[in-house]
């Protein structure tokens, strides 16, 4: 899968939880910036593992994450299971 559909899937979720269509998302929007805490982001990250079919190689994350650190994490997390 590519980037670009992960980011675009994963930018969509966190619109959703935010409540905000308008609010604008990029690559480099930190999570804490629209108000996404360490359980928010679990149960999202649970929500992409089912809908994308993978599963994280850890849920470990770095201290307030922008959007493109958590593409690359399922990035390699989906590189790892089809290595």
Known sequence: MESSTI????TEMLQER????EVPI???TRLQELGIDSIILVDIMLDLESEL?????SMSLPKNPTVEE???LI???MDA???
């Open 81 to 83: 299971q089809t290595a």
């Open 7 to 10: 980011l675009r899937r994963l």
């Open 75 to 77: 990035r390699d997390s």
């Open 70 to 72: 958590i593409v690359q």
């Open 53 to 57: 079919d993978f599963t994280f190689k």
């Open 18 to 21: 935010v409540g905000a269509t």
């Open 26 to 28: 990029t690559a480099q």
